[in-house]
Nanobody
Framework: QVHVAESGGGLVQPGGSLRLSCVAS????????MNWFRQAPGKQREFVAG????????RYADSVKGRFSVSIDKAVNAVYLQMNNLKPEDTAAYYC??????????????????WGQGTQVTVSS
């Protein structure tokens, strides 16, 4: 089982910045990509940004391009989301998602798709 944990949320004024962190942990796994999603009250969860461990290759939702930046530290299975020029519409719970391969004690491998508990980001004056 791969455990995912986010941190770094909080309250920030419009135009401000925040940096979210996420770490994946567990035995004998290899993350292939790590992603950020968000969910505002009354809305569906939506993709924000993602990054592959190979490359790495990044992609972003149109609503955050030019303001958010995703990066990865493969040595510690961590992904970061630098959020600049935050807007009130960025207010949401932000969730980290990790996908990849996990190997069991019999050396059989399977795919995993793990989610964190979320961290709240509130943009308000």
């Amino acid at each position: 089982q791969v455990h995912v944990a986010e941190s770094g949320g909080g309250l920030v004024q419009p135009g401000g910045s925040l940096r979210l962190s996420c770490v994946a942990s567990g035995r004998r796994f290899e993350a292939e990509n790590m992603n950020w999603f968000r969910q505002a009250p009354g809305k569906q969860r939506e993709f924000v940004a993602g990054i592959t461990t190979a490359g790495p290759i990044t992609r972003y939702a149109d609503s955050v391009k030019g303001r958010f930046s995703v990066s990865i530290d493969k040595a510690v299975n961590a992904v970061y989301l630098q959020m600049n020029n935050l807007k009130p519409e960025d207010t949401a719970a932000y969730y980290c998602n990790a996908k990849g391969i996990i190997v069991d004690d019999n050396n059989d491998w399977s795919n995993f798709d793990s989610w964190g508990q979320g961290t709240q980001v509130t943009v308000s004056s």
